[in-house]
């Protein structure tokens, strides 16, 4: 299995114990702007919480943040070093040291639960058969799927799924680890049981963690420091108890789940996701 | 729109294809002839399993209808040779045009219903449910990790499989030969290897090659470009198989006409 740490950058000011900087950060697809300028860090070894409603912007910076997303403007760096000019090895290095979780699992349908986990080690690493078997079965008693190795995802249950993907992501000891909506789709009990799983995980590894939810009960459940994004742009950034206590008017209305006036044109849904008023109302 | 435009705008649009496939064809070659040479993996195992799929599994379809082309191409043949009192030219007939053209041609379209629609299929599926994203974020090239796998199994299984359809459509021939043209069978199959040169073998089989370079272009391009929703791996499979009919058929006839053009006369 690796060993090495993601590479610090050596350059004279580059903070420290920062896993994740973000800085001014903008995503567009093809015209359209989606993340207007984002800055924040995320410091080694917490548990920070991207919240944000449906069309904020918030999947697409976790998707930037793992590499799957080009930014159009400012700089991701990672452990100090930037994402943006360093080599593909380097890149990949990165990659190799970071865990993903998507929100539906993203199993390989064609691969057991067993072969999934397997699969970075093979690739990535020359442990023998026998070892990689054994660190499979470690990782699958971690998420609490002792025995699953052999079953295909199809056969498993969406939080089973879940952890399946928890463990996959875990296969090579990351760094950081990211979830999307870990708890979207499960029953209150499933969802309850992923939240604790990523707390031990956390209290475990001692690993940074960056989730991307909406479940709010979840978000405070597990979060060390939360930012709220809303159409693009960072509301929020704070503590949990800095957020509950926050009077920005958006916080407050997705705190207290407030709903939006209703949509009744396409442009207005545009303009909603957007924050940009279109030319023709200008 | 003005005609000229909309035919730019189709010209521009097609390279653009076609550039995109050359990409992905060089991708996957660099995977299969160059990274192993620079200490990179070569997933043998992986391109077994796309061989046992692409040919060994399409071994019972292409005999079956290989024999019944080679059947109806001596039939065809035999209507017009009569006329001149040549039906023992029949067999010379049936494995000039198996070799050369109807061998290779219809292996490939049974394989880009087979295996071309299969892999848009798959990577259309896998890129719906974020299995593509899920490589990316493992620091797997998609394209190394899924399309030269592919790209391997299918050089090397296409030519096979057409050099067994061409043997099937002789034997189809002579099954019509023996049966209603008065041969036996040691002078049906001695009439085929008299007529049989070296030279339309090896052109069905240059374009055999060239076929399977674009099935597993086409067919993985498309799986790649699937939209969002379960329903656009349907609109990718449906593209794959049309796409790679045309581009077979079109690449078929360049062929040709090189072979044509550069034969000794």
């Given amino acids: ?282 | 729109m003005p005609l000229t435009e909309t035919i730019g705008e189709a010209t521009i649009n097609g390279l653009a294809y076609v550039g995109g496939l050359a990409q992905l064809t060089g991708g996957a070659a660099r995977a299969v002839f160059v990274e192993p040479f620079r200490g990179g993996k070569l997933r043998l195992g992986r391109a077994i399993h796309q061989a046992m799929a692409v040919g060994v599994e399409a071994l019972p379809i292409v005999s079956l209808i290989s024999f019944f082309i080679g059947t109806i191409l001596a039939l065809q043949g035999a209507y017009e040779l009569r006329k001149f009192g040549a039906l023992n030219q029949v067999a010379n007939a049936v494995v000039v045009v198996m070799t050369r053209e109807l061998g290779p041609l219809m292996t490939a379209v049974v394989v880009i219903g087979r295996s071309g629609s299969s892999f848009a299929a798959e990577i259309g599926t896998m890129k719906v449910n974020e299995e593509i994203d899920a490589l990316e974020t493992m620091a797997l090239d998609p394209v190394h990790f899924l399309v030269a796998p592919k790209f391997l199994a299918m050089i090397l299984m296409l030519p096979c499989l057409t050099t067994w359809a061409d043997f099937m459509g002789v034997l189809g021939g002579a099954f019509f030969g023996v049966t209603a043209a008065g041969f036996t069978f040691r002078t049906y199959i001695q009439a085929t290897l008299d007529a049989l040169i070296l030279h339309d073998i090896m052109t069905g089989l240059i374009k055999s090659v060239m076929f399977a370079l674009v099935i597993t272009a086409v067919g993985c391009h498309e799986g790649f470009s699937t939209g969002l929703g379960s329903e656009q791996v349907g609109r990718s499979t449906t593209s794959a198989v049309v796409k790679s009919i045309f581009l077979v058929v079109l690449v078929d006839l360049v062929f040709t006409g090189i072979f044509y053009f550069t034969a000794p006369r």
């Fill in chain 1, 1 to 282: 299995m690796a060993t090495n740490l993601i590479p610090k950058d050596e350059t004279p000011g580059a903070p420290a114990d920062c896993a994740i900087s973000v800085r001014d950060l903008r995503v567009q697809y093809d015209a359209r702007e989606v993340l207007h300028g984002i800055s924040f860090e995320i410091p080694a070894g917490e548990t920070f919480v991207i919240l944000g409603g449906s069309g904020s912007g918030k999947s697409t910076l976790l998707r930037t943040l793992v590499g799957l997303e080009h930014p159009s403007g400012g700089e991701i760096r990672i452990r100090g070093r930037n994402y943006a000019t360093i080599s593909e090895p380097e890149r990949d290095e990165i990659l190799k040291r970071m865990g993903m979780s998507f929100q539906q699992g993203a199993l390989f349908g064609s691969m057991t639960v067993g072969e999934n986990v397997a699969l970075p080690l093979r690739e990535h690493t020359e442990l023998d058969e026998s070892t990689i078997e054994i660190v499979v079965r470690l990782k699958l008693d971690q998420v609490g799927l002792t025995g699953f190795d052999n079953y295909m995802p199809a056969q498993l249950s969406g939080g089973m799924r879940k952890r399946a993907a928890i463990a996959r992501a875990l296969a090579m000891d990351p760094e950081i680890l990211f979830f999307d909506e870990p708890s979207a789709g499960l029953d209150p009990i499933i969802a309850a049981g992923i939240d604790e799983l990523i707390l031990k995980l956390k209290k475990a590894f001692h690993m940074t963690i960056v989730v991307v939810t909406h479940e709010l009960a979840s978000a405070f459940l597990i979060a060390d420091r939360m930012i709220l994004i809303d159409k693009g742009v960072i509301v929020a950034n704070g503590t949990t108890a800095e957020l509950q206590e926050s009077k920005h008017p958006r916080v407050r209305q997705f705190l207290d789940r407030v709903p939006e006036p209703e949509i009744s044109e396409e442009i207005d849904y545009l303009q909603m996701l957007t924050g940009e008023t279109p030319p023709d109302r200008r």
